[in-house]
Nanobody, 127 residues
């Protein structure tokens, strides 16, 4: 069974950086799209970033483009989200997700397309 476990969240000041990690198991990661989503209190879940398992292309929400970078290490079965220039509006629970490339489209970062999810890690950006 696929398992995803996020880590690396915490409290950071505006303008600071965090690197989130997602440890995957029960899958061959190179055959999966991987994505990050977030959900702030009282708001709907938002797609943050996706990396294609087909061609390695990356996609980002407009709100994080230029500040966040998704990456992966298929050998270590790890997915990362480097977050720079953090803003208070980035405060949310961040979730890692994965889905087989034949079952999902990466470009839209649509949560309904992803079947495997982590438990989430809290990111708080505050002065």
């Amino acid at each position: 069974q696929v398992q995803l476990v996020e880590s690396g969240g915490g409290l950071v000041q505006p303008g600071g950086s965090l690197r989130l990690s997602c440890a995957a198991s029960g899958l061959t990661l190179e055959y999966y799209h991987v994505a990050w989503f977030r959900q702030a209190p009282g708001k709907e879940r938002e797609g943050v970033s996706c990396m294609s398992g087909t061609d390695g292309s990356t996609h980002y929400a407009d709100s994080v483009k230029g500040r966040f970078t998704i990456s992966r290490d298929n050998t270590k079965k790890m997915v990362y989200l480097q977050m720079n220039s953090l803003k208070p509006e980035d405060t949310a629970v961040y979730y890692c997700a994965a889905e087989r490339t034949v079952q999902a489209m990466c470009v839209m970062i649509h949560g309904g397309a992803f079947g495997s999810w982590g438990q989430g890690t809290q990111v708080t950006v505050s002065s």
